[in-house]
């Protein structure tokens, strides 16, 4: 019976955590963690652009041109490429490529 009480009371806990948003904050940081693991040597740590990504023409995240582009032509971009940028749909998840969107969204407000 105490095994049971202890299995409500971590569903209980998880439910609790998924609704005041802990689980968007994990998303988050797998997300950064692919971006410093797949992006930073283009794009740098902030989204401005390495020296490497710029001289090939990766945009500056930050910018009002790539921060007016939805999160789902975002994920397109990753997924399919983009001029130089080779695409990443083959090697990441589609959960992957959404969350990166995301967190390129995110860096504009750093």
Same mark, same amino acid.
Do not use: W
């Given at each position: $019976?105490?095994?049971?009480?202890?299995?409500?009371?971590e $569903?209980?806990?998880?439910?609790?955590?998924l609704?005041?948003?802990?689980? +968007?904050?994990?998303?988050?940081?797998?997300?950064?963690?692919?971006?410093?693991?797949?992006?930073?040597a283009?794009?740098?740590?902030?989204?401005?652009?390495?020296? /490497?990504g710029?001289?090939?023409?990766?945009?500056?995240?930050?910018?009002s041109?790539v921060?007016?582009?939805?999160e789902?032509?975002?994920?397109q971009?990753?997924?399919?490429?983009?001029n130089?940028?080779?695409?990443y749909?083959?090697?990441?998840? +589609?959960?992957?490529?959404k969350?990166l969107?995301?967190? /390129?969204?995110?860096?504009a407000?750093?």
């Open positions: $019976m105490k095994h049971l009480f202890s299995f409500k009371m $569903m209980a806990i998880l439910a609790a955590s609704l005041l948003g802990i689980a +968007p904050v994990h998303a988050q940081n797998e997300a950064e963690k692919t971006y410093k693991t797949k992006c930073v283009c794009h740098a740590a902030d989204g401005s652009g390495s020296e /490497v710029k001289k090939m023409g990766a945009h500056d995240f930050r910018s041109q921060q007016s582009e939805s789902a032509d975002l994920a971009v990753i997924a399919k490429g983009k130089k940028m080779p695409p749909e083959k090697s990441l998840k +589609p959960d992957e490529i969350g969107a995301a967190y /390129v969204r995110e860096l407000k750093k």
